[in-house]
């Protein structure tokens, strides 16, 4: 049962246009959402995240939108740069209860920028 | 300053065999996650440690997998009895808080190929 979805294996951009990212998920208990972006031979690294009772997290050229009602948020890139070439994986969770913060990912979307 | 270490970077071993996968989380951080990313698959979670001890080890695939966390800070998590199907990047991380808006810090991993 995959509760964060990530449809699109792959995604192709040239360098300073917009790259969006979409991520699904369907456990209603999620109420905190991150992006993280993982180099190869690399762990993943924190890029942004968004509280539920956000629609919208902006950091730099960074962007998150949460759609609550959809259960989907996404993550703008502008401008894209070739070194933001790297996987991106969307991750879940559940703030409170016993969750203990662990994180549910989404399978990664490899985003290329070309120059 | 020093991130989440991890050894060995890549381990290959024979199936039957027992290995011992290591972690050192940052500095300071009482909370310490285990996740593996198989081929093509997002990040699964295994285990979750605060302090010294594990309250959510839902994540574990069989109990071939154990993991245990001495002085508040390395951890180590043991497969026995190696299966080709345990071959995978298993990523530690680190952080300071327990609840859902801790942002997680990864280590490297380590690239566990079982023949």
């Known amino acids: 049962d995959q509760q964060v979805k990530q449809n699109s294996p792959s995604l192709s951009v040239q360098e300073g246009r917009i790259s969006i990212l979409n991520c699904d998920y369907t456990?209603?208990?999620?109420?905190?959402f991150l992006w993280y972006k993982k180099y190869p031979a690399e762990g993943p690294t924190f890029l942004i995240s968004i509280s539920s009772i956000k629609d919208k997290n902006e950091d730099g050229r960074f962007t998150v939108f949460l759609n609550k009602s959809a259960k989907h948020l996404s993550l703008h890139i502008v401008p894209s740069q070739p070194g933001d070439s790297a996987v991106y994986f969307c991750?879940?969770?559940?703030?409170?209860?016993?969750?203990?913060?662990?994180?549910?990912f989404g399978q990664g979307t490899i985003l290329t920028v070309h120059p | 300053g020093a991130g989440v270490s991890q050894s060995p970077s890549n381990k290959v071993t024979e199936k039957g065999k027992d290995v011992e996968l290591r972690c050192d989380p940052i500095?300071?951080?009482?909370?310490l996650y285990w996740y593996r990313q198989s081929l093509g698959q997002g990040l699964e979670f295994l285990i979750y440690f605060q302090g010294n001890s594990a309250p959510d080890k839902s994540g574990l695939p069989s109990d071939r997998f154990s993991a245990e966390r001495t002085g508040g800070s390395v951890s180590t998590l043991t497969i026995q009895r190696t299966q080709q199907e345990d071959s995978a990047v298993y990523l530690c991380a680190s952080s300071l808080a327990t609840s859902g808006s801790g942002e997680q810090y990864f280590g490297p991993g380590t690239r566990l190929t079982v023949t």
């Open positions: 500095s300071g951080h009482t909370a």
């Open positions: 456990n209603s208990m999620f109420d905190y």
């Open positions: 991750a879940a969770s559940e703030a409170g209860g016993t969750s203990y913060g662990k994180l549910t």
